[in-house]
């Protein structure tokens, strides 16, 4: 992906006109991080944006007894690190590269002076804010209400809505990826893939999920089957 088409995906810049994007353009780098690298750490001082333009990004937090919980896996087309950057405090959460990345980067003193200039943009920084929220929210509620079955088959939905669209979908996340974003043992995520297997709804290889009926995780999620 190209960088100007990056930025326009993101809801920061998707109002700019031409001639903004250009000029904010000037103020970008890029980055290539080897897959297994760490990007930053939690709580480290929040230096600027990043932007996704090949690979994955992985984002974890270890609870205090040292187990690791994946909140959030994005790729290509996708920014993080918008929390920090606005706030200056520290990075909410670890990110890692999962792949070999590209990273398109706007520094925290660019992107502040940048947007100051262009004071009628930043309802579009209030508007991700709030999604952000909602999304936390809804993390929590989750966690709350639903059982297994119904987290598994929503994680996994919306880790195809980022997947190019076709009748049978092929996720590249492992069992412990899976079983790491919903804070529950590999044994349990195993175990009801393996049921959703059987049934023909999905199938596994290693590190490897190809779902072959997503009507049927809805219905899982929908509390329907």
Not at 113 to 123: H, I, K, L, N
Not at 139 to 160: M, P, V
Not at 170 to 187: C, D, K, P, T, W
């Amino acid at each position: 992906m190209k960088p100007q088409d990056l930025l326009c995906l993101h809801p920061f810049f998707a109002s700019l006109v031409e001639s903004d994007v250009r000029t904010l353009m000037m103020r970008t780098r890029t980055k290539r991080v080897p897959a297994g690298r760490t990007i930053f750490r939690k709580d480290e001082p929040g230096d600027g944006l990043y932007g996704i333009l090949a690979g994955r990004v992985a984002f974890t937090v270890d609870s205090p007894d040292g187990r690791e919980l994946t909140l959030n896996v994005l790729g290509t087309g996708e920014f993080f690190g918008e929390i920090a950057l606005l706030d200056g405090k520290g990075r909410s959460a670890t990110a890692v590269a999962r792949d070999a990345c590209e990273l398109l980067f706007i520094g925290r003193t660019e992107f502040l002076s940048f947007f100051s200039e262009r004071p009628q943009s930043m309802m579009n920084v209030v508007e991700l804010l709030c999604e952000r929220v909602r999304l936390a929210t809804d993390y929590i509620a989750d966690a709350a209400f639903l059982g297994l079955s119904r987290r598994l088959a929503k994680q996994i939905l919306l880790l195809l809505e980022r997947t190019p669209s076709a009748h049978h979908a092929a996720l590249n996340v492992s069992h412990a990826e899976l079983a790491s974003m919903l804070g529950v043992s590999r044994e349990h995520v195993s175990r009801q893939l393996s049921f959703w297997s059987d049934k023909g709804i999905l199938d596994q290889g290693r590190g490897r999920l190809v779902v072959l009926d997503r009507a049927a995780l809805a219905q899982v999620l929908a509390g329907d089957h």
